[in-house]
Antibody
């Protein structure tokens, strides 16, 4: 059974750096055909895809946010880490960690974490 | 203008069918994209429903009822999520998604009310 659990601070001050961790279980982040990504959702608003890291360390970023984001893997802990620099109140959102299964040749986010709410405020 | 535009809301009666549209911005040809659909109920993360590129290239997610299906309207440059035999449990937000240049793009979302 695949599960993903997000962890990190609930409150961050503007201009600070946000670090969120996704702890994965039921699969390995190094398994061929697997990706782990981050998607966020501001309160009452739509989903926004942020970034994705594939099993082979290939990284993809939202074009509008690529200068703010870094995604990495900690293989020893089977975790994926999102770093967002210079946060702003508009970055207030629930951040979801997602599992991408593309072994079949299509790219769906088939498993989602419960999400973690991050508030950016001074 | 958003890449994927969805009606903000839609209402339908129990037992009826609902057609949720996902219109692609000019310059994005619906025929070339596989459309993914997700359902989100209040207080929960989204869940994957299905993917649709053509009638021969479509698949429901694991455990998703066959009441859910996908299609396209090429004349409107839109993807469509069809839900038949609406049930109260179908009341949720629905998002479409595509992959474009190796990046994922979500639609603006539709709130479906079953009443």
């Amino acid at each position: 059974q695949i599960t993903l659990k997000e962890s990190g601070p609930t409150l961050v001050k503007p201009t600070q750096t946000l670090t969120l961790t996704c702890t994965c279980s039921g699969f390995s982040v190094t398994t061929s055909g697997v990706g782990v990504g981050w998607i966020r959702q501001p309160p009452g608003k739509a989903l926004e895809w942020l970034t994705l890291i594939y099993w082979n360390d290939d990284e993809r970023y939202s074009p509008s946010l690529k200068n703010k984001l870094t995604i990495t893997k900690d293989i020893s802990k089977n975790q994926v880490v999102l770093t967002m620099t210079n946060v702003d109140p508009v970055d207030t959102a629930t951040y979801y960690c997602v599992h991408l299964n593309y072994a079949s040749g299509t790219y769906e986010f088939d498993n989602w974490g419960q999400g973690t709410l991050v508030i950016v405020s001074s | 203008q958003a890449v994927l535009t969805q009606p903000a809301s839609l209402s339908a009666s129990p037992g009826a069918s609902a057609s949720l549209t996902c219109t692609l911005r000019s310059g994005f040809d619906v025929g070339t994209y596989r459309i993914y659909w997700y359902q989100q109920k209040p207080g929960s993360p989204p869940q994957y429903l299905l993917k649709y590129k053509s009638d021969s290239d479509t698949q429901l997610g694991s455990g998703v009822p066959s009441r859910f299906s996908g299609s396209k309207d090429a004349s409107a440059n839109a993807g469509i999520l069809l839900i038949s035999g609406l049930q109260s449990e179908d009341e949720a937000d629905y998002y479409c998604m595509i992959w474009h240049n190796s990046a994922s793009v979500f639609g603006t979302g539709t709130t479906l009310t079953v009443l």
